[in-house]
Structures are given as C-alpha cells and as structure tokens.
T-cell receptor
Framework: NAGVTQTPKFQVLKTGQSMTLQCAQD?????MYWYRQDPGMGLRLIYY???????DKGEVPNGYNVSRLNKREFSLRLESAAPSQTSVYFC?????????????FGNGTRLTVT | DQQVKQNSPSLSVQEGRISILNCDYT??????FLWYKKYPAEGPTFLIS?????DKNEDGRFTVFLNKSAKHLSLHIVPSQPGDSAVYFC????????????FGTGTRLQVTL
C-alpha cells in the first residue's frame, strides 16, 4: 500500500523553464492538496481539490496551476519557474474535506530553480 | 501574519524525560488542532489531534492539551525516546474549510541518550 506517491523526488530547473509535479494516491481519498515548505515558514497551501472535478486556490497560488486528472491524481504545474519557487513540495490527501480527517502526505519533491 | 506560531525552533531532552512542545495561535475561528511529526526526507505524518470542545486528548505516550482562553496548545511526550527525534509541526483548521490546514514553523526535537 503506497499511500501518496510523488514524482520526481528531486528536480533542478533554470529560471523560465516549466515542469509538472505528479501526485497519486491509492487510498480512494476524495480530497487532495499541494503544500510547499520553506525554511522558517512551515507548510503553506498552494492549491487544493476538495473533490474530483474541483480545484481552489490556497494561501500561495501565484505562479502555479493544478489539474485534478481523476480521483487518484493531482498534478502541480510551474509554467515559468522562478528562484522564489525553490522549495520542497508536498502533496497530501484526505478522505473527505471538512470532516477533520488528518492529511496523509507524500515524501515530497525538492525543487531548485537557478 | 503567522496565525500559528511555534516559538521554539529546537528542543533537546534526555531519553526517558518529558518533552513539551508548545504552539500558540491567533485566529479564534480555529476549532481543530493537529500535531504532525516529520523525519528528514519524508513527508509529515499525523500524530494526534484535538477538537476545540476538549481540553485534553491522549494517545499512548502522547498527550495534547488545549487552552482556548490562552489560544495555546502543547504536546507532551512521556517518556521521550530517541526515535521521537524529529521536527514537530502544529497545525490548525477552521470548521467547513475543506480541511485546509495552517501550519506552524515547526520545532526540532532531539532526544539524547
């Protein structure tokens, strides 16, 4: 049982390049989230999808787009990477948004933008 | 504006003693609080939670205390074990907000032999 799987684990981009971070969960969860973790900032919500077919902005959505491809997969796209997007990105899922069920996190993607 | 604050970046405790991690919040709308534990190169894992209708929740060696009037919660680990060495994040959410969590900045706990 893999839980939440994120690919790639590491990525280095040059400023202006684009890439997509992939996330998949096998727990039949309805809700999925993307967070970024920066030193001294904790984890901050970028986008979330409360259910298949819906997406909403979180606290720091600028520079990102998301796609809820199906119930299992939720991808995060950087169209034109900037050094300020250097961070560790975590995908998470939960059974049902709004019912106080804990989030299950993947192991993260460490992204460096030069 | 940091709505969830963990003012101690690090804490060192001897094995077998009590570890107390603190968290303060400013948003009075928060009604559900969680603690997550994070090892290096891994994602955070859920540890324990508490609803605002309670002031204490216990799970084995872990107890969370909530003081709503002070907008303060704490995590007690008794007894502390070397495997508890990790970064601990406090998080909070508002009812009906799609489980969107606001996280603190984390406290690194080191349990020494």
């Amino acid at each position: 049982n893999a839980g939440v799987t994120q690919t790639p684990k590491f990525q280095v981009l040059k400023t202006g390049q684009s890439m997509t971070l992939q996330c998949a969960q096998d727990m039949n969860h309805n809700s999925m989230y993307w967070y970024r973790q920066d030193p001294g900032m904790g984890l901050r919500l970028i986008y979330y999808s409360a259910s298949e077919g819906t997406t909403d902005k979180g606290e720091v959505p600028n520079g990102y787009n998301v796609s809820r491809l199906n119930k299992r997969e939720f991808s995060l796209r950087l169209e034109s990477a900037a050094p300020s997007q250097t961070s560790v990105y975590f995908c998470a899922s939960t059974h049902e948004a709004g019912f106080n069920s804990p989030l299950h996190f993947g192991n993260g993607t460490r992204l460096t933008v030069t | 504006d940091q709505q969830v604050k963990q003012n101690s970046p690090s804490l060192s405790v001897q094995e077998g003693r009590i570890s107390i991690l603190n968290c303060d919040y400013t948003n009075s709308m928060f009604d559900y609080f969680l603690w997550y534990k994070k090892y290096p190169a891994e994602g955070p894992t859920f540890l324990i939670s508490i609803s605002s209708i309670k002031d204490k929740n216990e799970d084995g060696r872990f107890t969370v205390f909530l003081n709503k009037s002070a907008k303060h919660l704490s995590l007690h680990i008794v007894p502390s074990q070397p495997g508890d060495s990790a970064v601990y994040f406090c998080a909070a959410s508002v009812a009906g907000t799609a489980s969107k969590l606001t996280f603190g900045t984390g406290t690194r706990l080191q349990v020494t032999l």
